[in-house]
């Protein structure tokens, strides 16, 4: 919410950067948690 | 049948493609399986088959070791390769 303050008031380089921050954090946690979920197994061809 | 009851001692000869399985284990789960036995392959011509419980390689009990462990004692085993195995349903009894 402080980030969508700054984007809202000022539009700042830092208040972009905090944004895309936050997205790219969000974006990474879902990527881990899915591929936690759909991939539990490990194969190994030998 | 009595006979699936019995664990299974398996002997195999390196392949230059392998052994012809496929070791595969469950994150978080204790326990590797076989899958993907390649038919006329080293393994299936042991007796290996999909979903057999690995108990042993080479003598050793491996029942809590980690899917990367087994890899490993599998890879350096050599040119043959020893594994007591267990059918699943009997296993898990």
Redesign the interface.
Known sequence: SQAMKKWVQGNSDEAQEEMAWQIAKMIVNDVVHQSNHNSPGKSTKL | EEEDLKPKFCRMEKTPD??G????????VFGQFI??VVKGGAAERAGLEDDDMVVEVNGVNVEKSS?HEV?EM??RSGNSLEMLVARKSVYEK
């Open positions: 392998g052994y399985f496929h070791l595969n284990g469950i994150q978080g899958k993907e899917h890899v599998i890879r």
